[in-house]
C-alpha cells in the first residue's frame, strides 16, 4: 500500500463547475497535510495546507481533511481553465522524519471551456 | 519575495560525467531536499539535510551524493552520470520544526547522453 494514494485520473471537469480531488494517506499519526499544484513543465506550488479536522477554505479553493477516514480532499468551486494541472496531495512522515513531507502521485485535471 | 534557486534551468551531460547541481535558498530554512520527478513515477526523495554537514538518504540514494557546507546551500552531485539519471530534479526546503510545505525551486531538467 501506497503511503499517499490518489486517482492518476484525468479528471475531466466543465469550466464553471466544482472539481473534487481526492486522497487517502496510511500514517494515523500524520498531522500535517497539503495540496500542491503543478504546472507541466514547472515545478510544485504549495496551494493549501491544513492541520485539523474539518474544512480549510482559501478563495476558490476549500481543502477538507478527516483524519478519522484518513483521508484529504479539494475543491475547486468555479472551475477555470487556468486551474488544469496535476494536483499533488502531500502528507508530513512521522518520528524522526516529521519534516519529511511524503507525496502522492498526483491527479491531473483538465478544465474543459 | 522568498526563493529556491536552482542554478540550472535545463542541463546536458554525457555519460560518465560527475554532475553537479546547485540549490540556494533565502528563507534561512534548515530543512532542504532533492527529489528527482519522473513521468508515471512521481516525486522520490533523494537526500534530505536538516542542518548544515548533515544529510541523509531517501528513497533512491544509489548514484546520488549531496553537499551542505552553508545553511543556505545544498548540492547533488552524480558522481559518475548515467542516461537512467535523465529526468527532472527538484530542490525545495523547509522549516525544521514543523512542515509548513516545502517551497521548491524551479527546477533542474538533467539529460544524459
Known amino acids: 500500500q501506497k503511503e499517499v494514494e490518489q486517482n492518476s485520473g484525468p479528471l475531466s471537469v466543465p469550466e464553471g463547475a466544482i472539481a473534487s480531488l481526492n486522497c487517502t494517506y496510511s500514517d494515523r499519526g500524520s498531522q500535517s497535510f497539503f495540496w500542491y499544484r503543478q504546472y507541466s513543465g514547472k515545478s510544485p506550488e504549495l496551494i493549501m495546507s491544513?492541520?485539523?479536522?474539518g474544512d480549510k477554505e482559501d478563495g476558490r479553493f476549500t481543502a477538507q481533511l478527516n483524519k478519522a477516514s484518513q483521508y484529504v480532499s479539494l475543491l475547486i468551486r468555479d472551475s477555470q481553465p487556468s486551474d488544469s494541472a496535476t494536483y499533488l496531495c502531500a502528507v508530513n512522515g512521522r518520528g524522526s522524519s516529521a519534516s519529511k513531507i511524503i507525496f502522492g502521485s498526483g491527479t491531473r485535471l483538465s478544465i474543459r471551456p | 519575495d522568498v526563493k529556491v534557486t536552482q542554478s540550472s534551468r535545463y542541463l546536458v551531460k554525457r555519460t560518465g560525467e560527475k554532475v553537479f547541481l546547485e540549490c540556494v535558498q533565502d528563507?534561512?530554512?534548515?530543512?532542504m531536499f532533492w527529489y528527482r520527478q519522473d513521468p508515471g513515477l512521481g516525486l522520490r526523495l533523494i537526500y534530505f539535510?536538516?542542518?548544515?554537514?548533515?544529510?541523509e538518504k531517501g528513497d533512491i540514494p544509489e548514484g546520488y551524493s549531496v553537499s551542505r557546507e552553508k545553511k543556505e546551500r545544498f548540492s547533488l552531485i552524480l558522481e559518475s552520470a548515467s542516461t537512467n539519471q535523465t529526468s527532472m530534479y527538484l530542490c525545495?526546503?523547509?522549516?525544521?520544526?514543523?512542515?509548513?510545505?516545502?517551497?521548491f525551486g524551479s527546477g533542474t531538467r538533467l539529460t544524459v547522453v
Open positions: 491544513i492541520y485539523s479536522n
Open positions: 528563507m534561512d530554512h534548515e530543512n
Open positions: 525545495a526546503s523547509s522549516l525544521f520544526d514543523r512542515p509548513y510545505g516545502y517551497t
Open positions: 539535510s536538516y542542518d548544515v554537514k548533515m544529510k
